[in-house]
T-cell receptor, first 113, second 115 residues
Framework: AQSVTQLGSHVSVSEGALVLLRCNYS??????LFWYVQYPNQGLQLLLK??????LVKGINGFEAEFKKSETSFHLTKPSAHMSDAAEYFC???????????FGTGTSLTVIP | ETGVTQSPTHLIKTRGQQVTLRCSSQ?????VSWYQQALGQGPQFIFQ???????GRGNFPPRFSGLQFPNYSSELNVNALELDDSALYLC??????????????FGPGTRLTVL
């Protein structure tokens, strides 16, 4: 079975501080991993994706994530938080042989001025 | 280019009723997926349609059913509504089929409340 676990349902950082949102996956086959962001009353927007190419993936809005197979992790980072980064973030996994996405329970990011 | 649109934006139903939610996929996209997002949870996969046929289904009962039309728009139907069906229902579309890992684009969702 495939799944993702997001550690920390709520994360607060100061504006300008490092953002680190954690995601660990479980997959019986090489996974495809994604990070999505959801603003209030909106759908999901893709931040970045890992599809077995480079392990360090750069996404939009200054976010990046590193695929670490040995740690089964795909943590999301941003060097300097901005007020506009406050949102809900979801990690998701899909198989190399299928399209069903499995989402984590989400991490709510608060940015403190 | 028009993105994924969903209608209605909000809906209130009572237990036992039936509901139909609609999704228009992004131009050029022939695959549509539906997700249920309960409050405080991540989206849960309901099913996916490709070329008007269901080609994947999550752990949802048969009272959740769908259709995809020749123009690739889609409907989600839920019969015999239960209180736990209250959620945000998201539609996502992408180009290609089962073996294409193209980006899914999500619509804004339909907020269903069951009383």
């Amino acid at each position: 079975a495939q799944s993702v676990t997001q550690l920390g349902s709520h994360v607060s950082v100061s504006e300008g501080a490092l953002v680190l949102l954690r995601c660990n996956y479980s997959s019986s086959v090489p996974p495809y991993l994604f990070w999505y962001v959801q603003y209030p009353n909106q759908g999901l927007q893709l931040l970045l994706k890992y599809t077995s190419a480079a392990t360090l993936v750069k996404g939009i809005n200054g976010f990046e994530a590193e695929f670490k197979k040995s740690e089964t992790s795909f943590h999301l980072t941003k060097p300097s938080a901005h007020m506009s980064d406050a949102a809900e973030y979801f990690c998701a996994v899909t198989l190399s042989t299928g399209n069903q996405f499995y989402f984590g329970t989400g991490t709510s990011l608060t940015v403190i001025p | 280019e028009t993105g994924v649109t969903q209608s209605p934006t909000h809906l209130i139903k009572t237990r036992g009723q039936q509901v139909t939610l609609r999704c228009s996929s992004q131009s050029g996209h022939n695959t549509v997926s539906w997700y249920q997002q309960a409050l405080g949870q991540g989206p849960q996969f309901i099913f996916q349609y490709y070329r008007e046929e269901e080609n994947g289904r999550g752990n949802f009962p048969p009272r959740f059913s769908g259709l995809q039309f020749p123009n690739y728009s889609s409907e989600l139907n839920v019969n015999a509504l239960e209180l736990d069906d209250s959620a945000l229902y998201l539609c996502a579309s992408k180009a290609g089929g089962l073996w294409d890992y193209n980006e899914q684009f999500f619509g804004p969702g339909t907020r269903l409340t069951v009383l």
